[in-house]
Every structure is written in C-alpha cells, then in structure tokens.
C-alpha cells in the first residue's frame, strides 16, 4: 500500500437529512466535491515530456497547432485529472508520446485510448 501525498486524492462529503414518506417534510441533499489537479497535470506532463524526448516548451509549442494530436492530449490530461491513478495516468502519457514521436500513430492510438477511457468508465451490475 502506497501512501500518497494529500493532493493527490479527491475528497467527497455528502449530507443528507431525510423525513419518513409518511410525515411533511423535505429532503435535502448536498455534495461536495474537491480534486487537487495540479501535481496530477504534472506528472502527466513529466511523463508525456520524457516518453516523447520533448521538453514541455517543444509540446507547448507542438499544441498550439490545434490539431488531432491536441485534442489527443486535453482528452488524456482531462481523464487523468479525473482519475488520478499513477498507472492510468502513465499509459494514457505513454500512448499521447507515441503520438507525438510517430504521427502516423495517431489514429489508432486515438482509438485505442477512447477504447480504455471507456472501459474505465464501465459499471457492471450485478
């Protein structure tokens, strides 16, 4: 078990205050929700740097074109902040820097990371 520091996590309060059906009243309900972003971001940049051999002002510059390989990248780095799993945050860095080294790749590797987003994102029921 990895202990991680606090901004790496998400925090999650809810309060509810409910009165049975049978008596007037009124249900109230609230959520809170707090994701630090930041070191997430960073790490995804570190490893998107380093896996493609570009400094961050290279991709900087590389992302100004706002082409596929942008919209490649803001939808890898937006999962990543919702997610914030070291592992998924590595592969989805790792699959945008193939990208970014062989352009070619972009297409399937587009295909691929949609196909991972969304198998994450599968709840199963029981």
């Known amino acids: 078990m990895s202990i991680e520091p606090r901004d790496e996590r998400e925090f999650f309060a809810k309060f509810e205050i409910f009165t049975p059906k049978l008596l007037p009243g009124v249900n109230v309900g609230a959520?809170?929700?707090r994701m630090w972003i930041k070191p997430r971001t960073d790490?995804?940049?570190d490893t998107l740097s380093q896996s493609s051999g570009m400094s961050r002002a290279e991709l900087q510059e590389r992302l100004k074109q706002a082409d596929e390989m942008t919209?490649?990248?803001v939808t890898a780095a937006?999962?990543?902040?919702?997610?914030?799993?070291?592992t998924y945050s590595d592969v989805l860095a790792r699959l945008v820097a193939a990208a970014l080294i062989d352009e070619a790749r972009i297409d399937p590797i587009?295909?691929?990371m949609e196909r991972i987003i969304r198998l994450d994102q599968c709840t199963f029921e029981s």
Not at 78 to 86: A, L, P, S
Request: net charge positive; proline share 0%.
């Open 110 to 112: 587009s295909y691929l």
């Open 43 to 45: 790490r995804f940049v």
């Open 71 to 73: 919209d490649l990248v």
């Open 31 to 33: 959520t809170y929700r």
């Open 78 to 86: 937006t999962r990543v902040n919702e997610k914030g799993d070291r």
